[in-house]
């Protein structure tokens, strides 16, 4: 149960450092992606009288459906908003030293702008930002039809 005086929860607007990586778990019958999702914000400098950019790089983890969603449609330099909540592992490293990370595991990601234009594209994505909500291990995924993913067919609402 969850104190109620207590909350987790995490919202980043940024852009993909890389395609993310999707794993198979074949023993739970579940998927992983992992990405990095860089923010950016402008600092200023009373001294020199300068603005200059400050760049963070936030490690995400996805789970399920929603990973394999990620795996389809993200791809290096998409902007997305995410939300999540901090998770930290621990672990020994080869050496037996204890390690240990924070992550965001994503929830809910919504594609926000369009989509990095590639070559062969004819047009760069568009459309209004879809949200993507991960249903768990069980469920029907909103995302698996193409038009609603990709903003196409904006009067149907894919959730």
């Not at 929860?9 to 992992?34: C, F, M, Y």
């Not at 929603?66 to 993200?74: G, H, V």
Request: with cysteine; charged share 30%.
């Amino acid at each position: 149960m969850r104190d109620v005086n207590s909350l987790n929860r995490v919202i980043l607007l940024g852009r993909l450092g890389q395609k993310p990586e999707l794993k198979a778990l074949p023993q739970t019958d579940n998927s992983l992606a992992r990405f990095t999702l860089a923010t950016n914000e402008k600092v200023f400098n009373r001294n020199t009288n300068e603005s200059s950019d400050r760049t963070e790089w936030h490690k995400i983890v996805v789970w399920g459906k929603l990973a394999e969603f990620c795996d389809k449609y993200l791809d290096k330099g998409r902007q997305v908003l995410i939300e999540g909540k901090l998770r930290t592992r621990q672990w020994q490293d080869k050496d037996g030293n204890k390690r240990s990370t924070t992550e965001v595991e994503a929830i809910n990601i919504v594609l926000v702008g369009s989509a990095p234009r590639r070559e062969g594209d004819f047009e760069a994505g568009g459309g209004r930002p879809q949200p993507h909500r991960d249903t768990g291990p069980v469920g029907d995924f909103p995302g698996e039809d193409d038009a609603a993913a990709t903003g196409e067919g904006e009067d149907e609402v894919p959730f």
